[in-house]
């Protein structure tokens, strides 16, 4: 089966740590995509990436870091420099710009402890 | 403004028709999109219209898009229990997705 894969579902961070959230897709999309999610929020963009070794940043890039040294997997890295990082994270992939239709993961819920 | 606009809540009895709203910001976006979230779950697309299009349906989906407007609708008919979740608006740009904060909807027996 194709899809979009994130891991783990829940995670747990002390302040102080980072932490990096696993996205890895099998649908040969070039485009790959993190969001953050707050409660009565919209999806806010912190990454993209729109194919290998390349990446930009997104509206909240900061506290956050990225790397996309494969087609496949494009993991986030929440970094300590990241105040306020309890949230639900979603990870999406796409064929390509100009955007078209974009598949989720199933969310990582990260908590600071 | 830069933001795509939904109202946050919508309730509905059971086997009425749903209708969520939403405007966009970007007149050159090529696609818009409706999406579903259930509970701690992904985002899951439910249809999308092409910018040259006023009208779609899909069995008892139907997306109105008035560009001159920026105003995009979906309609749910014969509204059912599970169709109770977040729905969230996007408009597709040439780089990246805008996302509106998602529309609740709860479903009445």
């Known amino acids: 089966d194709g899809g979009i894969t994130q891991s783990p579902k829940y995670l747990f961070r002390k302040e102080g740590q980072n932490v990096t959230l696993s996205c890895e897709q099998n649908?040969?999309?070039?485009?790959m995509y993190w969001y953050r999610q707050d409660p009565g929020q919209g999806l806010r963009l912190i990454y993209y990436?729109?194919?290998?070794?390349?990446?930009q940043k997104g509206d909240i890039a900061e506290g956050y870091s990225v790397s996309r040294e494969k087609k496949e997997s494009f993991p986030l890295t929440v970094t300590s420099a990241q105040k306020n990082p309890t949230a639900f994270y979603l990870c999406?992939?796409?064929?390509?710009?100009?955007?078209?239709?974009?598949?989720f993961g199933q969310g990582t819920r990260l908590t600071v402890v | 403004g830069e933001d795509v606009e939904q109202s946050l809540f919508l309730s509905v009895r059971e086997g009425d028709s749903s209708v969520i709203n939403c405007t966009y910001t970007?007149?050159?976006?090529?696609?818009l999109y409706w999406y579903k979230q259930e509970p701690g779950a992904g985002l899951q697309l439910l249809t999308y219209?092409?910018?040259?299009?006023d009208m779609k349906q899909d069995q008892r989906l139907t997306v109105l898009l008035n560009k001159k407007d920026k105003h995009l609708s979906l309609r749910i008919a014969d509204t059912q229990t599970g169709d109770s979740a977040i729905y969230f608006c996007?408009?597709?740009?040439?780089?990246?997705?805008?996302f509106g904060a998602g529309t609740r909807l709860t479903v009445k027996p």
């Open positions: 999406a992939s796409s064929a390509g710009a100009p955007y078209t239709e974009a598949f």
């Open positions: 649908l040969n999309h070039d485009a």
């Open positions: 990436s729109q194919i290998v070794n390349d990446f």
């Open positions: 970007d007149s050159s976006s090529t696609y």
């Open positions: 219209i092409f910018s040259n299009m």
């Open positions: 996007a408009e597709g740009r040439s780089d990246d997705m805008r």
